[in-house]
């Protein structure tokens, strides 16, 4: 692994210039510079490519072998120039293991570069040990043990009394999820608090499920921040309490005067929808509208029309959708609305809505063709209409259909009472995970009174997922709908004795 590629001594070239004095101190001006230019260059690089795992891949081996790695902006520096942003990358990256393999490379390449430095520890800073808890921090990350060790060196090295190292400290107990005790200590013990770390400790208990907790700390929070009041509305939306999400965001904009922002758009409307109030999300249309959202985020504008749609006034959603001007318009826009007429049963217009995209010579991507797909088979399409869409994923637009798009499929067929096709159909899905569309197979045969299809469905269902309860049942009533009581309570019995048990149906009022 190139992490480890390189444990020879490493130094910064030198150049030996056989000149005057004044002439060798103008050169070596001149390559100041240029070098200077060159760095920042790398540097903004890091910056622009901190999502791209090959580029900062193959910045790091860049930087190993031409000895940038240990290279100080300035003579008398006492920080790395390309290290930190380097370890900062590898700490929001998918492998965050890869921020303590660089620490641990530019070590060995620090006591290897200088056998005079061989009793000091490399210049590392206080943002150094930030990237490394964040690192710690990331869901991603395996060993929460080496973070607690990280803590340890901070306070040892005198880090621990910095305001952004405590708060990353307290993201890393929060992550922990067991360890909020931890995160406790550090905040009290904290001299000083920022913003953001209120903010870290309201968005980690949001995440754990504490939401009487994280309210406690935004009710003391000195200086309440748009941020977080976000990041609490949007964990009440995502946990189905939009009740709680609405009446915070009131008071958000009512007690606190905060404007919210376009993620607080964003957070609020799923929890409008869900309330399922079509004069809430007027009103919040009619808000983001005057503060200018609408024309500015096409992110808003995509969401108030779902947000429309999901409320049950279809009207609504494409009145506003013919109100957003063409050329602003993305495939997010053309899908959601499509989405939105399937949603409604709406085939014909959903199909139309397909076209005019096309026509504005936008290609569809796996999701819009999964909503025309439903759209033809909830909205009463005709199977060849349906499948010339099918064809035209595959032939047209190189999709390579998945368990979803066979659903659409199957679901089609059995729509139609076409049991057998869709039975070759599922057959036929290269995908292991397919138990949803043998569970749409055996909830036909139960509309059509098929108990032989539903012997072969469930055993196919039992091969793939043996603890679902409710197919069980199924398979039982469709047997005892047909004067198959005998294998109805062959089935039942199985239940048991693998112990099975079916979840109990229930309902909520809001």
Sequence with gaps: MF??????????????????????????????????????????????????????????????TTGLLLLHPKQNSD??????????????????????????????????????????????????????????????????????GIHGLTVKLGFGIQVHVQTALIGLYLAAGNTIDDAYKVFDEMPERSPVTWNVMITGLTNLGEFEKALSFLEKMPNRTVVSWTTLIDGYARVNKPKEAILLFSRMVACDAIKPNEITILAILPAVWSFGDQRMCDSVHGYVAKRGFVKSDIRVTNSLIDAYAKCGCIQSALRFFLEIPNGRKNLVSWTTMISAFAMHGMGREAVSVFKDMERFGLKPNRVTMISVLNACSHGGLAEEEFLEFFDKMVSKYKITPDVKHYGCLVDMLRRKGRLAEAEKIALEIPIDQKAVVWRMLLG??????????????????????KGHGGDYVLISNVFCGSGRFTDAQRFRKLMDVRGVAKLPGHSQLT
Aim: proline share 6%; aromatic share 12%; net charge positive.
């Design 3 to 64: 992490l480890f590629a390189s444990r020879r001594p490493i130094a910064l070239r030198s150049y030996t210039i056989k000149h005057s004095s004044s002439c060798s101190t103008l050169l070596s001006q001149v390559k100041h510079r240029e070098n200077n230019i060159t760095i920042q260059h790398l540097h903004s690089l890091l910056r622009k490519n901190e999502s791209n795992p090959r580029i900062i891949h193959q910045l790091h081996s860049h930087f190993t």
């Design 79 to 148: 920080t790395l120039f390309l290290f930190n942003p380097l370890l900062r990358c590898y700490s929001l990256s998918e492998s965050p293991l890869h921020a303590y393999f660089l620490y641990d490379q530019l070590q060995q390449l620090h006591f290897l570069s200088d056998h005079q430095q061989t009793q000091r520890l490399p210049p590392f800073g206080s943002f150094t040990y930030l990237f490394l808890l964040k690192a710690t921090s990331n869901p991603r990350f395996p060993y929460l043990l080496l973070g607690i």
């Design 444 to 465: 036909a045969c139960r509309d059509y009174d098929d108990p032989e299809m539903a012997e072969r469905v469930g055993g196919k269902l039992m091969e793939l997922e």
